[in-house]
């Protein structure tokens, strides 16, 4: 009598899911719950680059320059984007406006980027109460941290809308929009 054993090979498909967006967007809360949801790891590319270096992301830029953490910061994405893991990474809000790295992110295999597109007044509502732990915003009253906001997103837009796909934010909860990326994501297999 024989047997056989019919193996059925699965191809695995390795995704790493961009969240991107400019601070206070929701990044790193929405990034959490869907790592959560999808029982994949969640990794903050500034909490990583503070990792390798030993040093806190304001303390890079005041000791060894935007320049330095911007080759870094570079550097430490190509790293993640190589890994043949699954893992939801949230960028930080300047990420994609520099060193090319939309152009690395959307030319990586396995690889799904997500605008999470969100309004100046929402952002601005967010940030007040997290001025001092933002050095840039740190002295703005809140007129000034409208227009701040206003001017980097114009500034920033033209590479955030590089990303595969865009989610409008500002009147969905944080389930809501964790929702939305499945479905893209169900969509993407």
């Not at 929701?26 to 680059?49: C, N, Q």
Request: aromatic share 10%; hydrophobic share 40%; with cysteine.
């Amino acid at each position: 009598m024989f047997f056989f054993l019919i193996f059925v090979v699965h191809k695995i498909n390795f995704m790493k899911i961009i969240l991107l967006g400019y601070m206070g967007s929701g990044k790193s809360t929405v990034g959490k719950l869907l790592a959560e949801e999808k029982a994949i790891p969640f990794i903050d590319l500034d909490e990583y680059i503070e990792s390798q270096i030993g040093k806190s992301i304001s303390k890079i830029f005041e000791e060894d320059g935007e320049i330095f953490f911007r080759l870094k910061e570079h550097e430490y994405l190509k790293e993640l984007l190589n890994k043949a893991d699954n893992f939801v990474l949230s960028l930080g809000g300047g990420t994609p406006c520099y060193a090319g790295n939309m152009d690395v992110i959307n030319t990586s295999e396995n690889v799904v980027s997500i605008y999470l597109r969100t309004s100046i007044q929402t952002i601005s509502e967010r940030l007040k109460n997290e001025k001092n732990s933002r050095p840039l915003l740190a002295n703005l009253n809140d007129e000034e941290l409208h227009e701040f906001i206003a001017k980097h997103l114009f500034e920033r837009s033209f590479f955030y809308e590089q990303a595969n796909h865009k989610i409008t934010t500002s009147d969905k909860t944080v389930v809501e929009i964790v929702s939305t990326i499945k479905a893209i994501l169900l969509n993407k297999q």
